[in-house]
Nanobody
Framework: QVQLVESGGGLVQPGGSLRLSCAIS????????VGWYRQAPGKQRELVAS???????NYADSVKGRFTISRDNANNMVYLQMNSLRPEDTAVYYC?????????WGQGTQVTVSS
């Protein structure tokens, strides 16, 4: 079993930045890829970025050039640096394995981009 806890969300103006953190605990020996997901009201949850244990990364087209995913394996942390935020980035952001495990979804962290 793996536990993932997100933090770092908040309210920001368009064009602003936030850095999200994901703390991973439990049995992490099988973890190779971790993703950041988001879900806006009325929309399906989507994968926005992922990172392998060796720090290979992948991004959704909507966030390329603006978001950066990184990880600190020694401290079991995964981060998402979000720059140039847009109102359409407003969502609850979650971290999970990629592909995700259903019972590992946590509370997420709310990101609101608004003037």
């Amino acid at each position: 079993q793996v536990q993932l806890v997100e933090s770092g969300g908040g309210l920001v103006q368009p064009g602003g930045s936030l850095r999200l953190s994901c703390a991973i605990s439990g049995n992490i020996f099988s973890i190779r890829t971790v993703g950041w997901y988001r879900q806006a009201p009325g929309k399906q949850r989507e994968l926005v970025a992922s990172i392998t244990r060796n720090s290979n990364t992948n991004y959704a087209d909507s966030v390329k050039g603006r978001f950066t995913i990184s990880r600190d394996n020694a401290n079991n942390m995964v981060y998402l640096q979000m720059n140039s935020l847009r109102p359409e980035d407003t969502a609850v952001y979650y971290c999970n394995l990629a592909p995700p495990r259903l019972n590992d979804w946590g509370q997420g962290t709310q990101v609101t981009v608004s003037s």
